[in-house]
T-cell receptor, first 116, second 114 residues
């Protein structure tokens, strides 16, 4: 089974609107971390936001928030007030276990296009 | 700038050849990961090293090998290259004593096999 599933290959959003990018994960570990990365057309991978499995509050970083629903094993990324510069690929990732050097599992990504 | 450096930035070579990609992790990071990103295949995990030792192996072909040196830099060797090996190869590093231990990615090496 896939560890990380991103079911939306492509998404469109109007500038200044909010958008939710879906991510579900599969693990039997109690301890894990969830990450979102952005990859603009220039190619670099940019870390956006982190959610730990024991964190009770949803993570937020500026216009990014992570809608963490542990029972549903989902970790959706919400981008508020979309900007043209948000157009990029977005990857959800998970690291299982307590050891910080454990392997990361990445989803297949969602391509977001922000329409002016 | 993530602090992870990769050289070269671009590499063009012919089928059957061998190339070496180099990665220097962020200062203090013990773990290095290698990924392959093809146009149609997303981000594929290849291999991970932690403090000089191989820690995890993903979908790495037998024609590919890697190592991490005592100074923690890493090299990915690709041999008997095929057209399908054309891709963006990322190195990432992580593991320090603070932060989320997220992976920091280098700018990538774009390999083109002709």
């Amino acid at each position: 089974a896939q560890k990380i599933t991103q079911t939306q290959p492509g998404m469109f959003v109007q500038e200044k609107e909010a958008v939710t990018l879906d991510c579900t994960y599969d693990t039997s570990d109690q301890s894990y971390g969830l990450f979102w990365y952005k990859q603009p057309s220039s190619g670099e991978m940019i870390f956006l936001i982190y959610q730990g499995s024991y964190d009770e509050q949803n993570a937020t970083e500026g216009r990014y928030s992570l809608n963490f629903q542990k029972a549903r094993k989902s970790a959706n990324l919400v981008i508020s007030a979309s900007q043209l510069g948000d157009s990029a690929m977005y990857f959800c990732a998970m690291r299982e276990g307590l050891f910080p050097g454990n392997q990361f599992y990445f989803g297949t990504g969602t391509s977001l296009t922000v329409i002016p | 700038d993530s602090g992870v450096t990769q050289t070269p930035k671009h590499l063009i070579t012919a089928t059957g050849q061998r190339v070496t990609l180099r990665c220097s992790p962020r200062s203090g990071d013990l773990s290095v990961y290698w990924y392959q990103q093809s146009l149609d295949q997303g981000l594929q995990f290849l291999i991970q090293y932690y403090n000089g030792e191989e820690r995890a192996k993903g979908n790495i072909l037998e024609r590919f090998s890697a190592q991490q040196f005592p100074d923690l830099h890493s090299e990915l060797n690709l041999s008997s290259l095929e057209l399908g090996d054309s891709a963006l190869y990322f190195c990432a590093s992580s593991v320090r004593t603070s932060g989320y231990n997220e992976q920091f990615f280098g700018p990538g090496t774009r390999l083109t096999v002709l």
